[in-house]
Structures are given as structure tokens and as C-alpha cells.
């Protein structure tokens, strides 16, 4: 028996690969499918199985290409009422792999079909559950994804509650828990930066699992602070629901090469955006005019999820040399499949070409401070609400206005004023700025490090420790 977790870091997610005598199940694979097959072939393994946790909101999962590419049978929880075909399971129902059998828990709460994956291996022992998003390590999935007009946020946590002390507590300690997301997802709010825990230790660390808690106790505790689901969720769980472009034919109209002059004479048509995913220190030095920043290196399939609203906006990219096809693909793995191209040469054929550029100035910490000095200056802290909550600036000119929801606020934002922003390590302010910039707000300063050099400052905080670097 062969079990493999493939994480990946920008969406905080975590497929899996199980192998046994030669047959295959993979659980909630993402949508780039080749490496699956490619890891089948080499262990001279047939996937027979792809198992779906329940309807991804997040990202696109790729079931339905390694279904094609295979011929593997897409399983789902009960009543998943998918347009294309797959097979529901029913709760308790076991499929065999090999000399392994995976049982699908039937636990409603995240969604109405969500199941926990319990691995039964060849001797009869309950080994190991892949439980989606119904439990994390230190958390549970948020409740409020799945609301229909007959069902409430409330509702669907109390069918949680009941989903985890029938299904999941009662399981031996033991037992290996494999959950589809870690720290830095939006599926849930107190999510351990650890990938594999066991249920013992869920049982003992995990607030959701609490023993005597009462279902009201679990109710508000899960409900309380989780914020508003991203834009781009209800759009992914659509395209999981109901089918999608090719990853293949994706990347063959979005990996394409554009010259100065090509890149230019799209990039003026009405409704195209230009995205720059290169670092936050080469959009600082140069970009091009009224593009948006969401950089490859950080967190940027959902910021790109949260940032633009409309999933079929066609998307001209900036990007680092032989990036191109990295970029393709990471905008498909939320759903975003209409890019048009990349500037062939970046930045330095645009400028060698004498086309226009622009800068964004950004200032130390340190200069800041001595700039705090000397007059009242207008500040933009763009982290969550929960980072600023724990500890902030206090200074007078300081306005909270979060990133995911800067784009609706903007009639907050004083024209006349010079605005210094910030966020935790550098990222997101960047990110801002550009947004700024877009809709013509030019005054705008970036404070390189973020909150994480400002607190090496001698300027005055809050009095709590602010937990994130990031």
C-alpha cells in the first residue's frame, strides 16, 4: 500500500495518491492531471478511481480530465447532482483498490454531499480517513458555502456537529487524518500550518472537537469570525458542478508569446486586463501603466480568485522569463481559463521599444518613521481584519481597508491625499497599490517589509503580538 500526499502551497491543498497491487485511487486531484498519470505509469499502476471529497469552491478540480484520460470512475458523496456522470456513493458504500478498500462516510455539513474517505488496508484495519473539508487539523470547514433556500448557515453546522461525533470522533486515535487543506486556505479559519495529524490529537487540540460540547457551543463557535467567502467560490464550485475547458486546450491559447506590438494592440481593446505576476521589487521598478499586480510568488491563485471579479476576464501576462505556462496553469487552477498571451521579452522588450512605464515608489521603514515626524501622514493597513485586530500602528492618519475588499471601498479613498500603505511582509501591499494605481489614485507609497520591519521601528503599537510575517 502506497499513500502519497501532493501539496501544494499556493492553494493550501492536498491531493492524494493511493496505490495497491497495482490499482489507483486519487482523492481530489487538481486540475493539472498529467503528473498523476505520469506517477500510475511509472509504477506500472492503473488509476481506477477518482474520489471527490465533495464539490470544490476553492479551486477546479481535475476529475473530469483523468477521468477522460483514464477511464477511471469519478465517485462523489450522496446527491451531488453533477451535470456530467459519475457514480454517488452511498454512506458506508467500500470500493476496492488492490488489496485496500476506501468506505465513503457520508458527513454533510461543509456541503450536502461531503464525505470522509475511511482506508480500510488488506489486514481489516481501519488505517487512515481523508476527510475534505469536513475536518481540518485545527479546524472544520465553514458552514456557510452550501446554503439553500430551505437550509441555513446554522443548519448546515449543526449537520457538521452531527457529522463528527457520529462518523468521525468515534474512530480509534490512531487513525491518520489526511484533510484536504492547510494553513492559508479560506475553507476554514484556524487551519494548523501541519498537513497530516491523527484523530487522537484532533480530539485533544482541535476547538471543533471539544468533548461535552454542546451542538449550540459548536454552532457558534464555527460560525464565529469565519468573514465572507471569496468572489471566486460559488464560480469554481459551478465549474466542478458542471463541467470545464481542457487544462491542454487552456494552455495552448493562453501560453502564447506576444510581441511589444502585438501585447499592445490587445491590451487597448476595451475590457482587457493586464496581469503582472513578477515579484513586488520588479513591479516597484518597472510596469506597465494601469496593470494589476498579483505576483507568482506569494499567494497567488487566490488573490487572483478574490481580486478579479469576473472569471472569464481575459488576462494579458507580464510574466519572469519562462514563467509563461506556470502562470497559464495557476490562473486555470481557480478557473480563470481566458488568457491571451505573455509579453515575449517582459518588461525590458517594452521598454527597449519605448513604450511607456511607470514606477511605484516604496520607502524603508525606517524612512517612515522619520516621515512620521514631521507631519500627520495617511496610512492604509491592507492585512486581514483579525492581523490588525491583534496589533496595529496608532497613529492618527491610520485606515484599515483590507485587501479582499479594496475594490469595493474605493469611494473610502481620498484623492487628494498621499496614502502610505502596508500589509504584513511586503506582498499584499504591492498588490494595492497597483489596484490604486489602476483607478487612478497615483499618491500612493509602499512601506517595503511591512508590518514585520515596522515593528523593528520605534513607532507606537497596539499591545497584543501580531502573529503573521506573511
Known amino acids: 500500500m502506497k499513500i502519497e500526499q501532493i501539496y501544494t502551497s499556493c492553494l493550501a491543498q492536498g491531493a492524494y495518491y493511493i496505490e495497491s497491487n497495482g490499482e489507483v485511487a486519487i482523492i481530489d486531484p487538481l486540475r493539472e492531471t498529467q503528473q498523476y498519470v505520469d506517477k500510475a505509469k511509472a509504477n506500472n499502476a492503473v488509476i481506477k478511481f477518482v474520489f471527490e471529497t465533495h464539490i470544490h469552491a476553492d479551486f477546479v478540480s481535475g476529475h473530469l480530465d483523468l477521468a477522460k484520460k483514464t477511464g477511471a470512475t469519478i465517485v462523489y458523496g450522496p446527491n451531488a447532482n453533477t451535470v456530467f456522470d459519475c457514480y454517488n456513493a452511498s454512506d458506508n458504500e467500500e470500493f476496492k483498490i488492490g488489496n485496500i478498500t476506501l468506505k465513503a462516510l457520508h458527513t454533510p455539513g461543509h456541503t450536502l454531499e461531503s464525505v470522509t474517505y475511511l482506508l480500510i488496508d488488506k489486514n481489516g484495519k481501519n488505517h487512515a480517513i481523508f476527510t475534505g473539508d469536513t475536518l481540518f487539523l485545527g479546524d472544520v470547514g465553514r458552514p456557510d458555502l452550501a446554503i439553500k433556500s430551505d437550509l441555513t448557515e446554522k443548519d448546515l453546522a449543526g449537520m457538521l456537529f452531527k457529522s463528527l461525533r457520529t462518523k468521525i470522533m468515534p474512530l480509534d486515535d490512531s487513525i491518520v487524518v489526511y484533510p484536504a487543506h492547510g494553513a492559508g486556505s479560506a475553507c476554514g479559519k484556524n487551519l494548523s500550518k501541519e498537513t497530516v495529524g491523527t484523530v487522537g490529537n484532533q480530539k485533544k487540540t482541535n476547538y471543533a472537537l471539544r468533548a461535552n460540547m454542546t451542538k449550540d457551543e459548536f454552532v457558534k463557535e464555527v460560525l464565529n469570525g469565519i468573514g465572507k467567502a471569496p468572489q471566486y467560490f460559488s464560480k469554481n464550485a459551478k465549474l466542478n458542478q458542471s463541467g470545464y475547458s481542457e487544462l491542454e486546450e487552456v ?23 493586464v496581469l503582472d505576476v513578477r515579484t ?5 521598478d518597472s510596469h506597465i501603466p494601469g496593470s494589476l499586480f498579483i505576483g507568482l510568488n506569494g499567494g497567488f491563485a487566490p488573490w487572483v480568485g478574490a481580486l478579479i ?64 515626524k514631521k507631519q500627520t501622514l495617511s496610512v492604509l493597513d491592507v492585512r486581514k481584519k483579525g492581523e490588525y485586530d491583534t496589533m496595529h500602528l496608532k497613529l492618527d492618519g491610520l485606515q484599515h481597508l483590507s485587501l479582499d475588499q479594496i475594490n469595493h471601498r474605493l469611494d473610502q479613498i481620498d484623492t487628494q491625499k498621499t496614502y502610505y500603505i502596508h500589509c504584513a511582509g511586503g506582498y499584499r501591499s504591492v498588490i494595492a497599490a497597483s489596484i490604486l494605481k489602476a483607478n487612478r489614485f497615483h499618491n500612493v507609497i509602499d512601506i517595503a517589509g511591512g508590518f514585520a520591519a515596522i515593528k523593528k521601528t520605534e513607532l507606537s503599537l497596539s499591545e497584543s503580538i501580531c502573529p503573521s510575517t506573511l
Open 309 to 372: 471579479s469576473d472569471i472569464k476576464q481575459p488576462i494579458l501576462l507580464v510574466v519572469p522569463e519562462g514563467k509563461s505556462e506556470e502562470a497559464v496553469t495557476r490562473l486555470a487552477r481557480v478557473g480563470y481559463d481566458y488568457a491571451l498571451g505573455y509579453l515575449e521579452g517582459g518588461m525590458e522588450a517594452w521598454i527597449a521599444a519605448g513604450k511607456i512605464s511607470d514606477k511605484l515608489t516604496s520607502i524603508s521603514s525606517l524612512e517612515f518613521e522619520q516621515r512620521t
Open 251 to 273: 494552455l495552448k491559447k493562453g501560453n502564447i508569446p506576444l510581441s511589444v506590438s502585438e501585447f499592445e494592440s490587445h491590451a487597448v481593446k476595451e475590457n482587457i486586463l
Open 280 to 284: 513586488q521589487k520588479d513591479f516597484i
